[in-house]
């Protein structure tokens, strides 16, 4: 009898399979960084540069069904030394990564709710922050309205312990959250509009509420070999601490053009409004910064928040090498935004980035070179400011029910 049941169960696991899918992959990223040379703020004389190993350790299930797909993925980012070898508790970081699920409502309505990655258009307000080893995520629920050329996401998001408002006054803690994020195009040309209101309030003050308003577009075109992508933001309202901002500015242009099979030429500028005697400065907010001002982070990725503004002008190549090798450089130089964007001339300097990678079969090598310069004004600064990094990339499938 037993074994009837056992055999009923595998026909009904089997039909079950039939019409879904379920897979099992996993992350191994274990990155080195050289710290203290400059990476993040300015090495003084004196310092000590020091290596650093971090790693991604991730185990990700998905389940496909007719109606609904629901997703999980578990996360441990630790430090090597960060455990005595015979300790019996860990580090504390391991986590739920991501958790949700996505309820097909109709042929083109379907609601995502859980802990997942916001992620839009290039990433410059709304990004996963993939780099970061932790990268980012949100507990929200987003109605999506998804045609043939047109898609439409309206998302909002309540943080709470327990039965406390979350109430710590910070730019990436915040209270309450909701956009709206419609796009359409075609492969030749795309434009996005995005709306977005983040509700901040005072730990110390609960009856402190700020709201912040943030809205604009992205579009990308591709005119044969030539590519073209522009963003336009502005924010108004109130920071933490109603901290007032009023129509804080982020314009961008990048290009791409692709002069032969395997060169690729890159260019391009932003313009990110800094603080005035009125307003506070425009800060990227949930984006992934780490891609944009050059890959030291020495702007807004946990600094710059609210200074005088950044303008950055860069330009570069992209090479594809051969046998799975591929090489990246680029050139920035940075200086303050201003009222008027003509008379900005006070340097912060320039850099150079490096990247180089290569694909084997099963996993990725990549690594990079990165040199700044600072403008002469600094003082007591480090005769070179540099940072260097190396990073393994395996994406193991353990399994996949898809059916062929």
Known sequence: MKKNYLFLGIICLMAQFATAQFTLSGEFRPRTELFGSGQSRTALDGSDPFLQTSVRAALVAQYKAENYNYYMSF?????????????????????????????????TWSFKLGRQPLSYDDQRILGGLGWAQQARTHDVG????????????????VNTIGSNIYGNAALFTYRN????RA???SEKFNISALLLNTTYQDGSNGDLKSNLFTGGVHAKSKLGDLGLAANFYIQS?????????????????????????????????????GKKDDSAAFFPLYG????????????????????GGLVDINFGAKFGLGKGWGLTAKFHTFSEESANISTSTE??????????????KGFKLVGGYSQF?????????????NWAWTMLIVKPKFLNTATK
């Open 75 to 107: 996360q441990e980012v630790f430090l090597h030394g960060d455990r005595q070898q015979i300790a019996a508790a860990g580090n504390g970081n391991f986590r739920v990564q991501e958790a949700w699920v996505d309820l097909k409502l109709a042929d």
């Open 142 to 157: 987003i109605i999506k309205h998804k045609t043939e050329n047109f898609s439409l996401d309206a998302g909002y998001a």
């Open 177 to 180: 959250l909701g956009f709206l």
């Open 183 to 185: 796009h359409t195009g």
């Open 237 to 273: 309202g109130n920071r933490v601490n109603d901290t007032k901002v009023k129509g804080a500015l982020l314009y961008s242009l990048d290009a791409t053009y692709k002069v032969a099979d395997k060169i690729t030429l890159l260019a391009g500028f932003e313009s990110i409004g």
């Open 288 to 307: 992934t910064n780490h891609k944009f001002n050059g890959l030291m982070d020495r702007f807004y990725v946990g600094n710059h928040g609210n200074a």
């Open 347 to 360: 340097s912060l300097g320039s850099e150079i980035d490096l990247v180089i990678a290569k694909k084997f």
């Open 373 to 385: 310069f600072e403008p002469d004004y600094v003082t007591g600064a480090k005769g070179s400011q």
